[in-house]
């Protein structure tokens, strides 16, 4: 009613008795349960957000962090559009809700942004206005900031957000020709409002995204271009202090940047992490080719732990520092094995396994397969390159490293082919 006075509209008695009751029951309410109906609602559409990502992005993993970044976006637009709405007469779609779609966008892909985008829209509206036109405007604002921005691809919010709102101008005009309403200056204050609405949003999302990244430990599109040079601080080291392991770091670079190419993964953090996967060998001291097996298998499972304490010195990102732990997974230093093996069948297999855990993510999975075949290169040389790759990879499927990544068999078979290819060019 308050919406129909404010546009000019002409409400009738029935409409005009049906806004008088709405108040009266309103006024019945207590705050307190006005609140809990609210932070209800907002619980129902957030949990049916995070079940339809689960059907629409399968891989995606949403950890506690993403999780909670999500929910908490979403009260305090819940809160703070409540607060601007009842201070001054603004509409609902000035408030800058695709802002959480473009941070989404760029944390998540673009499935996921046009999720958010989606529960942030219905959100608002229910929760505030239950305005159909914010309701359109929100949605089509929301979705286009979710395609235009693609994953880590912060460089361009700014301009997202002018376009988001342009596109919220248009829809919410779209919806006053749909609904039959006449040009006024209120309508066209809505207009203005929708396309600052989307301005902020990009603003916002450009201001907030380091802090919610850093939070969230995701590196940056420019860190992961620092990172990825051969020439950056961490890989210098290795290469003048074992030149030997950077030959090979160099070989699974390559390797890597094959398969996830052939997969589709994110190719720069996939680099990041075959340069970066090493950097532990650097401190790590060389096994005495005479010592026990269980000494020298303890040896080289060490640079994992190395590496992941230096990354943690140079302040590496957490999603950087998960490829250094799960390069190798929990496979097996089977040579090792065998020999303690012919001295005391009874020894502990565990003894000869790196710590893993095995890959969690497409980029962990595509550089756990670039690691090993390029160990398999070294200690199987006379075997057919093509074969080499075939047997590391049903080794690695017999040996369940893949359970926790969700990678296909259609992707093994694509990285396969892309690992055969490259190694015949080798020849």
């Known amino acids: 009613g308050q919406i129909l006075a404010r546009r000019g509209q002409v409400i009738d008695t029935r409409a005009y008795y049906a806004v008088r009751a709405s108040v009266v029951a309103a ?10 109906g609210q932070m209800g609602l907002l619980s129902a559409v957030l949990l049916l957000f995070l079940v339809c990502l689960r059907r629409l992005a399968p891989v995606l993993h949403l950890g506690i962090r993403p999780q909670s970044m999500v929910y908490a976006g979403l009260v305090a637009l819940v809160l703070l559009g409540g607060m601007a709405l009842a201070r001054w007469p603004i509409q609902s779609i000035l408030l800058p809700h695709a802002g959480l ?12 942004a046009v999720a958010i985008a989606v529960v942030t829209a219905i959100t608002l509206s229910v929760v505030h206005v239950l305005d159909p036109s914010a309701l359109i405007a929100g ?19 700014l301009a997202a957000g002018v376009i988001v709102g342009l596109v919220q101008a248009l829809a919410l005009e779209a919806a006053r020709t749909l609904y039959v309403r006449p040009q006024t200056f209120g309508e066209l204050l809505a207009a203005a409002q929708a396309f600052g609405g989307g301005v902020l949003s990009g603003l916002l999302a450009w201001l907030v995204l380091p802090f919610v990244q850093r939070w969230v430990g995701q590196a940056s599109r420019g860190k992961l271009q620092v990172l990825a040079d051969f020439d950056n601080s961490l890989t210098a080291g290795l290469r003048e202090r074992r030149p030997a392991v950077f030959a090979a770091t160099v070989r699974v670079v390559t390797r890597a940047d094959r398969a996830a190419n052939a997969v589709g993964v994110d190719r720069l953090l996939t680099r990041c992490g075959a340069l970066l996967r090493d950097i532990g060998q650097t401190v790590t001291e060389r096994p005495d080719p005479q010592a026990p097996p269980a000494e020298r298998a303890a040896a080289k499972t060490a640079h994992v732990e190395h590496g992941l304490r230096i990354a943690k010195e140079h302040r590496i990102p957490r999603e950087l520092c998960a490829l250094i ?3 190798h997974g929990t496979t097996e230093l089977t040579e090792l094995l065998q020999e303690a093996r012919g001295g005391d069948p009874a020894v502990d297999p565990a003894q000869f396994r790196y710590p893993g855990p095995k890959p969690t993510t497409l980029e962990s999975a595509v550089l756990l397969i670039a690691t090993e075949v390029e160990r398999a290169s070294r200690q199987h040389p006379d075997v057919d390159p093509p074969q080499r790759v075939r047997d590391v990879l049903a080794r690695l499927m017999l040996d369940v490293q893949f359970d926790d990544c969700q990678l296909t068999q259609g992707q093994l078979c ?7 290819a490259g190694e015949d060019g080798r020849r």
């Not at 694509?414 to 055969?420: F, P, S, T, V, Y």
């Open 139 to 157: 949605l089509a604002g929301g979705v286009s900031g979710a395609l235009i921005v693609r994953h880590r691809g912060q460089g361009r919010l």
């Open 325 to 327: 732990a799960e390069h």
């Open 101 to 112: 779609a473009l941070i989404g966008a760029v944390l998540f892909g673009r499935v996921a």
């Open 27 to 36: 006024n019945r309410t207590t705050k307190t349960q006005q609140a809990m």
């Open 414 to 420: 694509k990285i396969q082919e892309a690992l055969i």
